[in-house]
């Protein structure tokens, strides 16, 4: 499926989806895309007057910088011996 399509997609459904469950809704659009190896930026353009998506992408790049973060400290942790 092409990010159009998915950004389509949402732009038709989002109004049927509580407001309180809008933001996990948009975690699981925006997880699935990069799932499927649609880049950041690319749904950034697609979803570009979108809140929702645009948020929980947001996070999702931020959730990804703190496991490097981390797995660079458990590298260094190693170097330590």
């Known amino acids: 499926m092409s990010v159009e399509m ?5 732009k038709q ?3 049927y989806i509580n ?3 809008r933001n996990e809704a948009a975690e699981i659009v925006v997880n699935v895309l990069i799932e499927n190896d649609i880049d ?10 979108d809140s ?3 948020r929980a992408l947001a996070d999702h790049l931020n ?3 703190s496991i490097e973060d981390e797995d660079e400290d458990i590298d260094d ?3 330590d011996y």
């Open 52 to 54: 929702d998506v645009k």
């Open 19 to 21: 407001v309180v469950d």
């Open 77 to 79: 942790d190693d170097n």
């Open 40 to 49: 950041a930026e690319e749904i950034k353009n697609s979803f570009k007057g």
């Open 6 to 10: 998915a950004s389509e997609i949402w």
């Open 13 to 15: 459904i989002k109004g």
């Open 63 to 65: 959730e990804d910088e």
